[in-house]
């Protein structure tokens, strides 16, 4: 820690000795029999002297105004995280990083990082979250070290999941004496960073200026290179709060900010997997988390089109155009050849299993007999004990540590070189085919959205297609998943740019869909994008309060409610198992039912401040209320249109 | 915390399997629609196979289901995916035979040239 003036008395000094005072006084209880006893002796001591006398009972002189400090420790921390290059912080105010807040705001000048006001931690990452996939690069959040990570931590453990970088600042008093009274010792913990070590990259706690700034850097640092995910830094507050003296800051640096090059694959065995690639027959890809970047989605476009190899997406990030011929067109049934980009539990996607599927032997590859499946990614790098992401074994026949879209330059010429008239000649025959079955998906996919059309509650193919016909003409980004609707925008929408799709929760964590869409909309404000998001009703009832940042940061997002009244997954698995032991099925609303009362997702839209319209039921009123709110999206405020939906 | 289990039921190839060997059991009578719409409900079926019998992401579509009357009993005492089986104690064969008409009854879905949006979407 960097020293004070010398001389001077700090605030902890002052405190210390405050504190020392305190408890000689309680630990010497005087009794009333003892106060006579003292007033006699003393009537025997001879009389004070004048000077001693005056002394004793003129005030005491002013004690140091511990405020007075112009250059607080976190003066040095904000100069640290604004050379990271960080846009915002997410935070809910908490008084164990009350300084750094302030210095952010005054020192700082509220800008890069800006800060957002949260009601909830769960809220500050989730926004985090939902931006770094929208913007590459993570935003900040502050929280206290105790009950605030405690918030977060299921919103940390999506993003760890989902390997997007979130930049966790969190303040604690590691030093006792420091503490003022019960809610500060409350709130101080030993090591603060332990509660979320199982689901986060990297953390540490500083006891220096000069620690913190390095750990600052290289939190960044490790967040950002793939495999990325969130890091936690202690903000000690007596280091926030103690003044720095002229001579330490002078001292003081923030290092350099040395980036670190995605890991990319081992030539030997990139070579070995082209090889395979261009001799395969029926060849897939399978695309979890591929495209971090725009440039991943190229990439694999690339790939793709140069071997005519079908892709089946884990829509887990924007990976391949969704009108694209060889968008979802393969059969893994079918394949001789499997490329795996960044898929997490692999064996479950290419293996079935029974619902029971008692002591795991209810299974049976989904691949056919003799299909060599090679896997690539940095998933192999990053894994922890305790918490079980990282699915069940790989059985690939060949695993390639290292990232995906790092890797794939090295894939795409090592096919080049391989690929001979003859191949190209059998890639072009196999493209018609693709091409033929992308349009027989196609045609299906509009004949299913008709069914339903009119009901009520309103359809979900219903909703994501007038929802489309609105929004297709625009520079749009739906930063929601789409699987609790039946993946409706993926059948029906025309996806063709990385930010327009960023995937869903990473370990599906309910709670996420409300401040990551809000986190992505901020992102996209600057580039003038309509960003949509469908948002499920059990996940908004999470933390709300995420409404009103976004209607009192202006971020403008077109929120359209999936509002199916029930925490339908749920509902679907209780009834499952009524069935299974063959009882009443018609009871299972019980606990998952969101009705008696209806929620009024508009009123709680307009009671945050922002605009809002519904429910609608009818389907007919559906276009007009979207129009009317991505009128205010446009003008730079959010919407909310609350739709009553079928389950699914 | 809640968790989506999205790959259990999203195999679910609940109700569609139309080769499905047609049952020999003694034939109940003809259904009755409005009795099969209120077992569609109280049962739950809607949750898998929407409202309309349209079908979705976890269940199939079953509206003018392509099986018949014993073929659906059939394949709900023994279903295929995750669709779990439901027993003669949980809704007898003729109930079964009620949600069958229901099902039949549902209108069939316009093509989508007949609906103007989904046109323009082509």
């Known amino acids: ?648 | 915390m809640k968790r989506h289990y999205l790959l259990i039921l999203t195999a679910s190839a609940v109700l569609a399997l139309p080769s499905l060997v047609q049952g020999q059991a003694s034939t109940p009578a003809a259904g009755d629609v409005e009795n099969g719409k209120r077992l569609f409900t109280k049962q739950n079926c809607y949750y898998c196979h929407g409202t309309e019998g349209q079908g979705g992401r976890d269940g199939a579509r079953i509206a003018q289901i392509g099986l018949n009357a014993q073929g659906l009993i059939r394949y709900v005492r023994r279903p295929a995916g995750a669709m779990p089986a439901f027993s003669e104690k949980m809704i007898s064969d003729q109930e079964l035979t009620d949600i069958y008409a229901y099902l039949k009854s549902l209108p069939k879905a316009k093509v989508p040239k007949d609906i103007p949006l989904l046109d323009q979407l082509k």
């Not at chain 1, 800051?249 to 900010?257: A, D």
């Not at chain 1, 060599?372 to 004990?385: R, T």
């Not at chain 1, 908004?540 to 409404?547: E, H």
């Open chain 1, 1 to 648: 820690m960097a020293n004070s003036k010398k001389g001077s008395v700090n605030r902890r000094g002052f405190l210390k000795g405050a504190a020392v005072g305190a408890a000689a006084l309680v630990a010497k209880p005087v009794s009333s029999e003892a106060q006579v006893a003292q007033q006699t002796a003393q009537a025997r001591v001879p009389l004070p002297s004048a000077a001693l006398a005056a002394a004793e009972t003129s005030p005491p002189p002013p004690r140091v105004d511990v405020y007075s400090t112009d250059r607080p420790g976190a003066d040095f921390m904000v100069d640290a995280i604004k050379s990271l290059g960080i846009e915002y912080v997410a935070a809910n105010p908490g008084s164990s990083f009350r300084a750094l807040h302030e210095a952010i705001i005054n020192y700082g000048g509220n800008k890069s990082p800006e800060l957002l006001t949260c009601c909830h931690e769960e809220s500050s990452v989730g926004m985090a979250h939902g931006y770094a996939k929208i913007e590459g690069k993570p935003m900040m959040v502050m929280a206290h070290g105790t009950v605030g990570l405690q918030h977060a931590s299921m919103a940390i453990y999506n993003a760890y999941a989902d390997r997007v970088p979130v930049y966790v600042v969190i303040g604690n008093i590691a030093d006792g004496p420091f503490r003022r009274g019960d809610v500060e010792w409350t709130h101080a913990v030993q090591d603060a960073a332990a509660m979320v070590r199982d689901y986060t990259k990297w953390d540490d706690a500083p006891v220096s200026l000069t620690q913190f700034g390095e750990s600052a850097v290289r939190a960044y640092k490790i967040a950002m290179t793939p495999p990325m995910a969130p890091v936690v830094v202690v903000a000690d507050a007596v280091l926030q709060e103690e003044p720095v003296s002229e001579e330490d800051r002078r001292r003081l640096r923030v290092p350099k900010l040395a980036v670190t090059t995605p890991p990319a694959g081992d030539p030997d065995a990139v070579s070995q997997v082209a090889k395979a690639l261009v001799a395969a027959e029926t060849p897939l890809i399978i695309a979890g988390r591929s495209a971090r970047t725009p440039n991943g989605l190229k990439l694999l476009v690339e790939l793709a089109e140069l071997l005519q190899a079908p892709i089946m997406d884990r829509r887990m990030r924007m990976n391949f155009p969704t009108r694209h011929p060889l968008y979802g067109t393969g059969s893994l049934a079918q394949s001789d050849v499997v490329l795996a980009l960044e898929v997490p539990d692999l064996w479950t996607v290419t293996h079935s299993q029974t619902p029971v599927n008692r002591m795991g032997m209810e299974s049976k590859p989904l691949t056919k007999a003799g299909a060599k499946v090679f896997s690539i990614s940095s998933l192999e790098l990053l894994m922890k004990s305790n918490y079980q992401d990282f699915g069940r074994y790989n059985e690939s026949d060949l695993v390639i540590a290292g990232d995906a879209e790092a890797t794939l330059p090295s894939l795409i010429e090592a096919c080049k070189r391989l690929i001979t008239a003859d191949r190209k000649r059998v890639f072009d025959q196999r493209s018609a085919k693709y091409a033929e079955t992308a349009k027989r998906l196609r045609d299906q996919a509009l004949q299913d959205a008709a069914w339903a059309w009119d009901a009520s509650p309103i359809a979900t193919a219903r909703l994501s297609a007038e929802l489309w016909n609105l929004v297709r003409n625009e520079d749009w980004s739906l930063v929601s998943g789409d699987g609790m609707q039946s993946n409706w925008p993926t059948r029906l929408w025309d996806f063709t740019k990385h930010y327009q799709f960023i995937g869903a929760q990473g370990a599906y964590g309910i709670g996420y869909g409300a401040p990551a869409a809000v986190g992505a909309a901020l992102a996209n404000k600057k580039y003038g994008r309509l960003t949509v998001n469908i948002q499920n009703d059990g996940d908004l009832n999470y933390a709300p309060g995420v409404l009103w940042t976004a209607a009192h940061h202006h971020i403008p997002l077109l929120t359209v409610m999936h509002n199916n009244r029930a925490y339908h997954q749920e509902r679907m698995y209780v009834a499952d198992m009524a069935a299974r032991a063959q009882r009443d099925v018609s009871r299972v609303d019980i606990g998952n039912a969101l009705t008696n009362p209806n929620i009024d997702y508009a009123s709680m839209a307009k009671g945050y401040g922002m605009y809002s319209v519904g429910p609608i039921e009818n389907p007919a009123e559906l276009a007009p209320a979207l129009k009317k709110a991505i009128d205010v999206v446009k003008r730079g405020e959010p919407a909310l249109v609350d739709v009553v939906t079928q389950p699914r």
